[in-house]
């Protein structure tokens, strides 16, 4: 089974709408990470979980909101976003925090109209 | 700071050529972790390597090798035999010991024409 597994694959919603991303690692990883890709810009971590507790929240709107019910799942539940928001998002974990190899999910391609 | 630069944004070559992808990084860390990750078209980022900064042994992955060299900050990425199904973004990662911040480079994206 793929390590790393991201639902939907792809996503357009309007500005109003709510909607959340799911990611599951199968790896027995204690660590999980919400990453932004947006054409022509580097990845931006977004948030990060350890043992389901947030430990770096980097100045991300509110209209991003992370869930980590225990260690395999994380959510981006996504809620009056704006065009910009547009990009892919990948979900990563790690066995640990401290200089760890992340594996990503095949990300979730979201546009917002 | 820290710094990772992919100079190289975009080659192209013809199949079963070899190819080196460049990545220079910058750091006053003496321990700090090196990587290469490859993101195909549909999206995934696919671990390549993972190299400590006290390892400077060169490392060989069947077509692929890995240049690490200190003395001028650079970890270049070599494909041997270029084939079609290589083409991809590839980017360079440095991380800090004892951090999980990742510090990525701009990518190259290589196209290996048939």
């Known amino acids: 089974e793929t390590g790393v597994t991201q639902t939907p694959r792809h996503l357009v919603m309007g500005m109003t709408n709510k909607k959340s991303l799911k990611c599951e690692q199968h790896l027995g990883h204690n660590a999980m990470y919400w990453y932004k890709q947006s054409a022509k810009k580097p990845l931006e971590l977004m948030f990060v979980y350890s043992l389901e507790e947030r430990v770096e929240n980097n100045s991300v709107p509110s209209r991003f909101s992370p869930e980590c019910p225990n260690s395999s799942h994380l959510f981006l539940h996504l809620h009056t976003l704006q065009p910009e928001d547009s990009a892919l998002y990948l979900c990563a974990s790690s066995q640990g925090l401290e200089s760890e190899t992340q594996y990503f999910g095949p990300g979730t391609r979201l546009l917002v109209l | 700071a820290q710094k990772v630069t992919q100079a190289q944004t975009e080659i192209s070559v013809v199949e079963k050529e070899d190819v080196t992808l460049d990545c220079v990084y910058e750091t006053r860390d003496t321990t700090y972790y090196l990587f290469w990750y490859k993101q195909p078209p549909s999206g995934e980022l696919v671990f390549l390597i993972r190299?400590?900064?006290?390892?400077?042994q060169n490392e060989i992955s069947g077509r692929y090798s890995w240049n690490f060299q200190k003395s001028t900050s650079s970890f270049n990425f070599t494909i041997t035999a270029s084939q079609v199904v290589d083409s991809a973004v590839y980017f360079c990662a440095l991380s800090l010991s004892g951090t999980y911040k990742y510090i990525f480079g701009t990518g190259t994206r290589l196209k290996v024409l048939a």
């Open positions: 190299r400590n900064s006290f390892d400077e």
